[in-house]
């Protein structure tokens, strides 16, 4: 009899687990207009680990400042790239998210760092589905603090106040896992088969110096110089300098593009900090005069088309390079929710949900 109580307990128990995944991206306005840009922008700089400067002086820059000029400029850059069904940024996600929802056999929910679909929704809902281990996945491939720790610490002290039975295992920056790599060298061969290119370009979105600095676990390696981030070091688990770096390498490597007819840049910064260098468009609009007429630009820091790829890369940069005397430009499309990548992402959250569960 006591033997049959104890086993009911540990099926119990065991029964009690279930897990679900809940993929973030970044998010986007309600709407193109400067009346949803402005709400949308003031959640997005008003966060300490994008503008990471105390509160008062954040405050003073986004609200007395930025604010005041940015949401109208924004709002016609995002009125450009708009689609019938919303934001690029969010139907892209939804239609990934989807694909791989298909593939998946636990339950799974969407969320955006800022705006909607929230965080807090999307842990409700897996919550409401009996889900109490979460996977959480930052849908980046680089770490930094702007993108994977400000979801991270968002999701954590949402789940102490909502949800404290919850547990969660964070996805970390997959840069450099090879299927990620396959899939993204795999997207730009597709690309070029019909562009005859004189230079790929690689431009991630930047981040100012001082975020790499902060994230340097070792407090001395990332000198943000010619040599540092080729440099083994525990400081490049966090260091999205050396994630992008390593991603172009790796990705350079697997398509044998030769040294000289590729170079890798940061874009989208903000007047003020010094950020990370060198600049795409400045970089974009040296390259006719260096005799590079035919221009392809890929963007791996974004698993999904948006403002920074659409109208940043695909629409402003082509038109300057054009201006500067370029001839041809390709605008390669990032993973979006093409079948292969959808695959190896559902791949990796079943490799997590069949994993053995502790009891
Ligand atoms: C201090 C400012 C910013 C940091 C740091 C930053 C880092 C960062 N951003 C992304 C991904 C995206 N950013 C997008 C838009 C965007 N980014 C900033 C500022 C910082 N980003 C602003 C003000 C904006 C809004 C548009 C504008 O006014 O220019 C987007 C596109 C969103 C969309 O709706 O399409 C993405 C995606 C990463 C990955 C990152 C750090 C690595
Ligand atoms: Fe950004
Ligand atoms: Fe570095």
Known sequence: MIVVILSDFRLSTFDCIMKGALLVNLGSPKSPDAKDVKPYLDEFLMDKYVID???LLRAFLVRGIILRKRPEKSAEAYKKIWW??????IVLSKRMFAKVNQQVDIPMALAMRYGQPSILSGLQELHDKGVTEVLLFPLYPQHAMA?????EVLAEELRKKHFPQMKFTNVPAFYNRPDYIRELANSIKKSLEFFEYDHLLFSYHGIPERHI???DVTKSHCKIDGSCCNTPSPAHEFCYRHQCYETTRQVVELLEIPEGKYSQTFQSRLAGDKWLEPYTDIEINKMPE???KKLAVVTPAFVADCLETLEEIAM?????FKLNGGEEFLAIPCLNDGDDWCKTVAGWINQWATAEIPV
């Open 53 to 55: 400067v105390p509160f």
């Open 84 to 89: 019938d069904e919303g934001s690029p940024l």
């Open 147 to 151: 993108s994977t720790v400000t979801i």
């Open 213 to 215: 600095r902060k994230t």
């Open 290 to 292: 260096k005799g590079i």
């Open 316 to 320: 402003e940069a082509n038109h300057q």
